[in-house]
């Protein structure tokens, strides 16, 4: 019982973090309407950041979240400027289509490039407080995994709220909602989709560092991520930041509970199992408008 | 129904045209291996044959019907798992590969249904997670490498898949090229302009769908059996994998969705290029490859063969884009 | 202000707009009336910027507007009500109304729009921070004149506001036209309910199949034999009777 119990908690932790890159999928498709199956790729970016930080310059990598998740903002800003402002062009039809291929390519190519840069070793960051465990009842809770769902839930809060009281945070609405209308509103839809790709991009950006503190990162585990996500997101439909969190912690207990059940290699196939039914049965999502 | 009759004549006259010039192609191609005998040299154009085979399956049911699957390496895995399986026990190969591909349509068929109640982008990522489940759940049951007996290995003969592929070429560029001039083939397309429309002019949406997805998915089907003919050994999840699926549609987008020859140009293509880049830019291959395609897809969303349409048609402006 | 001249717009190859000219002065109410698919709303779509033209001009105070980017049309003084209201249903009355200010013109005097949009619609005013998609048709209806006059528009466009409303809604709305055009904004009001346009508007046109059919003073446009006809039927009122 205390073994499962653990590994539900366990499930639970990790579940903030695919939360974390679910939100970051959820904004970008939700507001553009463009599905980057690049986004995994992009979370892959984040870690290799926070371990060049720390193996270069000894930063300990909750401070260089600091440091990534600006720079991944950039990134998705330069993105978009070269490649998905493009593809919003076209009608919704069309741009799915298109980013499905752009995204892929992207993929492809930044996959590339971490094994260039980093070879296709596993990398992960050892901190010295690496090994603390908080010890609740007979459950041994990770601290830095901890600390990151923490984090992972301030972030998806922070842009919740970002969302409902900034100014351009309801423009962001607006146009995920109607986007003709938004611009007969006067607002500039193409700045509304630029920030709404870049902080879906920063997201991405934090939740590499995270999944890389508290795990591991390498070259191939972009297109995992980039499933995962989508699964939550579908899971937990769109609209709701925080429902897309809940959506992620729901995931990991799930996937917690068929390992504990089935064996750990079915872990995987829970999640997508349970992605195929929502989407056949429920395809608004759980939480979904 | 009239305006689907007034397509038919447009449709024949045209892939008319490319087939027979394919085909021809593929009797030229016939004669390769009686004049040259380098085995690098068949071993790229057998690549290329069942590129065309696999890109052809892709784009019955994108280009055709319209609808975009993702999780075609699914039915490629499931075509060779069967096939290898069998021909190893000792049935001719062709019986396996054919045995394989009622395989693949009877899985397609079984999900088909469920499947098809999602548009769109939905259809295309849930197609995807199946076809992941499948891979992993093969790669959990079968995780050991799958090597033919000494004595396969001694009767290879690349000159017979070298011809499989040919044949099985053929087979595809006929399938489509039979598809796209018959009724049933104009009623695909007639669902992907309009499926209410067309469902208001009395065709079977969820029928004509079915069709599409049966013949693709027996085609890819069958690509799966050919490589498991070719290959010496791999693991056998490897043919499940996603890059099958999305070297398919690189392939079909390149060259042109929904035409007959719009999958052979792009296999031709895709394949010479990613060759000639993995020989001369070794390390960098994967990374220029990913860069050189993200620029087909940003210059030209059609393809290639939208380059020639877009240069005569005149482009009215239609909505504003954000 | 506003000049259209030889208008040409397609969809694909379908012509919807086939050489249409038209004029809005300033502090004018211009009617364009005309049956269903005539191009009405295609062409207000197209002043908009939501639409390209195929061909022809569109001059608001001497400069071009074709190719310019819907929300820089809103920072030039045109905002549109477009068909079906196409209000952000999840969000607040408020903050539509907000929403309009978006543009530069708009947001230094947003509190003051914001107060004479209420006093303009007082039943809004009670229900500010209800969301959209709770309100009547016709309570909608005013949100959406509201957020398109919340940008300062110098030139208020209305595809069809009286759609799906009750008659009385109808003349609350229409009178509140007449009370913003009062205070110096130009109305171009596209409108299926041909009597109530005519009579409020200062001038009409009449188009029908992407073409204008006529054009002249409100009155004098419902007297016309053919427009009676066509859309008033036996029981339409005589403006001279009125």
């Known amino acids: 019982m205390r073994a499962l119990a653990q590994q539900l908690v366990l499930g639970l932790l990790i579940g903030g973090l695919y939360g974390l890159a679910a939100a970051g999928l959820s904004l970008i498709f939700g507001v553009l309407k463009v599905l980057n199956v690049a986004h995994g790729e992009l979370i892959v970016l984040g870690g290799y950041g926070a371990f060049w930080l720390f193996t270069l310059y000894g930063l300990d990598p909750f401070v260089a979240l600091v440091l990534v998740v600006p720079a991944s903002l950039l990134l998705g800003i330069g993105l978009y400027a070269t490649l998905f402002g493009f593809v919003v062009r076209a009608d919704e039809e069309t741009r799915i289509k298109n980013s499905l291929l752009i995204g892929f390519g992207l993929a492809l190519a930044l996959q590339a490039l971490a094994v260039r840069l980093w070879t296709a070793d596993e990398r992960s960051i050892p901190t010295p407080y690496g090994g603390a465990a908080l010890s609740i009842s007979d459950l041994s809770l990770p601290v830095i995994r901890l600390l990151s769902l923490g984090i992972a839930f301030g972030l998806i809060l922070g842009v919740q709220l970002l969302l409902e009281h900034w100014r351009w945070g309801k423009a962001i609405r607006a146009t995920a909602e109607d986007w003709q209308a938004a611009l007969l509103a006067g607002i500039d839809v193409r700045r509304a989709y630029l920030l709404a790709f870049a902080i879906g991009t920063a997201l991405a950006g934090a939740t590499g560092v995270l999944v890389t503190i508290g795990y591991s990162v390498s070259p191939s585990i972009g297109l995992e991520w980039t499933l995962k996500a989508l699964i939550v997101v579908v899971l937990a439909g769109l609209g709701s930041m925080i429902g897309t969190f809940v959506g992620g912690l729901l995931l990991g207990v799930a996937e917690a509970a068929s390992a504990a059940a089935f064996g750990g290699p079915y872990r995987e196939v829970v999640g997508l199992v349970l992605f195929v039914v929502v989407l056949i049965v429920r395809p608004r999502g759980l939480f979904g408008r | ?322 | 202000m506003l000049e259209v001249h030889d208008l040409h717009v397609s969809y694909g190859d379908i012509r919807a707009l086939s050489g249409v000219t038209l004029a809005v002065g300033r502090g004018e109410i211009v009617a364009l009336v005309g049956p269903n698919g005539a191009g009405k709303s295609t062409l207000l779509k197209c002043i908009a910027g939501l639409l390209r033209p195929r061909a022809g001009a569109i001059r608001w105070q001497d400069e071009s507007l074709v190719g310019v980017a819907g929300h820089l049309i809103v920072e030039r003084g045109l905002a549109l009500v477009p068909e079906g209201r196409r209000l952000f249903a999840g969000m607040s009355v408020q903050e539509n109304l907000e929403l309009g200010a978006f543009a530069a013109r708009a947001r230094g005097a947003q509190s003051a729009n914001l107060e004479r949009v209420y006093a303009l619609f007082p039943v809004l005013s009670e229900r500010r921070r209800i969301a959209v998609r709770a309100l009547s048709g016709g309570q909608q209806q005013m949100v959406a004149v509201g957020r398109a006059l919340m940008s300062r528009p110098a030139l208020l466009m209305l595809d069809e506001p009286s759609l799906g409303l009750a008659p009385r809604l109808v003349a609350s709305i229409l009178d509140a036209l007449v009370e913003i055009n009062r205070a110096g904004v130009a109305v171009l009001l596209v409108e299926q309910n041909v009597q109530a346009a005519l009579t409020l508007a200062h001038r009409g046109y009449v188009l029908e199949s992407g073409r204008i059919l006529g054009a002249g003073p409100g009155p004098e446009i419902l007297r016309d034999p053919h427009v009676r006809q066509a859309y008033l039927g036996p029981l339409a009122v005589a403006p001279d009777a009125s």
């Open chain 2, 1 to 322: 129904m009239t305006r689907l009759g007034a397509l038919w004549p447009l449709a024949r006259r045209h892939d008319l045209g490319w087939a027979a010039a394919i085909m021809t192609a593929f009797a030229v191609l016939g004669l390769l291996p009686v004049f040259v005998q380098r085995n690098d040299v068949l071993n790229f154009v057998f690549l290329i044959l069942l590129s065309i085979s696999l890109a052809q399956s892709w784009n019955i049911l994108a280009g055709y019907a319209g609808q975009v699957n993702l999780g075609h390496a699914a039915f490629f895995g499931v075509g060779a798992l069967l096939a290898r399986a069998l021909w190893i026990a000792g049935l001719p190969i062709v019986l396996a590969m054919a045995a394989g591909a009622l395989a693949a349509t009877a899985f397609a068929l079984l999900i088909g249904v469920a499947a098809f109640r999602l548009r769109g982008a939905y259809f295309a990522i849930g197609t995807l997670a199946l076809a992941e489940i499948l891979r992993i759940t093969i790669g959990n049951v079968l995780p050991e490498i799958s090597t033919l007996p000494a004595a396969r290995i001694a009767g290879y003969r690349l000159s017979e898949r070298y011809y499989l592929a040919l044949a099985l070429a053929a087979v595809s560029v006929g399938t489509v090229a039979a598809l796209a001039a018959s009724r049933t083939g104009l009623g695909m397309q007639a669902i992907r302009e309009d499926e209410e429309a067309a469902e208001a002019s009395g065709v079977s949406g969820l029928g004509l769908k079915l069709v599409a997805l049966s013949l693709s998915t027996a085609l890819a089907g069958l690509a799966g059996g050919l490589f498991a003919y070719y290959h010496i050994s791999y693991y056998p999840s490897h043919p499940f994998g996603p890059h099958w699926t999305f070297d398919a549609l690189l392939m079909t987008f390149i060259g042109g969705v929904g035409t007959l020859h719009g999958p052979v140009l792009g296999a031709i293509l895709y394949v010479t290029l990613k060759e000639y880049v993995a020989l001369r830019w070794v390390d960098f291959h994967l990374l220029i490859f990913g860069a050189l395609f993200i620029g087909i897809v940003l210059l030209l969303p059609g393809g290639l063969v939208q380059a020639g349409t877009r240069a005569r048609r005149l482009v009215s402006r239609r909505a504003a884009k954000p």
